[in-house]
C-alpha cells in the first residue's frame, strides 16, 4: 500500500503538469482535445493562464506533499474533493456540450478515474495505520 500511496501522489503530480501546459499552451490543447474551432481570444488566454497558474500551484503542493506522504495525506483527499471532481463535471460538461467528442475526453475520464482508485485506497489505509498506532506512522 505504500508503493499505491506514493503512486497517488505521483500520478497528481503528472496529470497536472500535463494540464499545465495544456492550459498554457493552447496549441498543445488544441492537438490533445481537438475542440470545435473557435476564436483564441485574449480572455480565453487570460481565464486559462488564470487557470495554469492555480494548477502549476497545485502540482507544487503534491510534489512537496509527497515528500512527507503519511503525514500529508490529506492533500489527497482534497485533490479529488474538490479539485478532481469539479474538472470530471467540467469535462462531462463540455462533452455534453458537443465542444469537445467524447473519444477525446477519454484520456481524462481515465485519469479521473485512475485517481479515484488510487488515491481513496491509500488514503483509507494511512488513516486505518495512522488510528492503529496512535497516529505517530511515517514511511519506513
Known amino acids: 500500500m505504500k508503493k499505491l500511496l506514493i503512486t497517488s501522489y505521483w500520478l497528481g503530480i503528472v496529470a497536472d503538469a500535463i494540464a499545465t501546459v495544456l492550459l498554457f499552451s493552447p496549441q498543445a490543447a488544441e492537438i490533445v482535445l481537438q475542440p470545435q474551432p473557435f476564436v483564441i481570444s485574449p480572455l480565453y488566454l487570460y481565464v486559462t493562464r488564470v487557470a495554469g497558474a492555480l494548477m ?6 503534491l510534489f512537496w506533499a509527497q515528500l512527507k ?7 489527497l483527499l482534497i485533490t479529488l474533493f474538490p479539485v478532481v471532481s469539479i474538472l470530471a463535471g ?3 460538461i463540455v462533452v455534453r456540450s458537443g465542444h469537445i467528442s467524447i473519444i477525446n475526453m477519454m484520456p481524462m475520464f481515465t485519469l479521473y478515474l485512475v485517481l479515484y482508485c488510487t488515491i481513496i485506497p491509500s488514503y483509507i489505509w494511512v488513516k486505518k ?3 492503529e ?3 505517530k506512522l511515517s514511511l519506513q
Do not use: F, Q
Not at 69 to 75: C, F, G, K, L
Open 129 to 131: 495505520k495512522r488510528h
Open 90 to 92: 467540467a469535462a462531462v
Open 133 to 135: 498506532m496512535g497516529y
Open 69 to 75: 506522504p503519511v503525514e500529508r495525506t490529506d492533500i
Open 56 to 61: 502549476l500551484g497545485w502540482t507544487v503542493l
